[in-house]
């Protein structure tokens, strides 16, 4: 038998899980996602402005640690981190809900 990809592996996990595992699975998973889906954007943000980490930080009164892990989707965003990440980037926020699909 040959090596399982983590696709296969996450497969199988999934399949087992009851229906309740497998909603909070999504929801945490959905959460996941778009945590690491603003991080990339403040990154790509950050790195068209001309900024560090550390110039981010200090523009937004925080530590450049808090903006790695912001950056790497480790964090969840609060509106108001959200907002004093587009201050700083003189930028805008923009919150759509969209359905699914």
Known sequence: MGRRSSEDLRSERLAKMSSAERAEFDETYAT??????F????????????????DLA???GTSQAAVARLEAGGVGSTL?????????LDMTVNVELAPWG
């Open 32 to 37: 996941a996602r778009l945590a690491l889906e």
């Open 39 to 54: 991080g990339e954007q403040v990154r790509g943000a950050r790195e068209r402005a001309g900024l560090s980490q550390r």
């Open 80 to 88: 108001t981190t959200l907002q004093r990440v587009a201050d700083a």
């Open 58 to 60: 200090t523009r937004m």
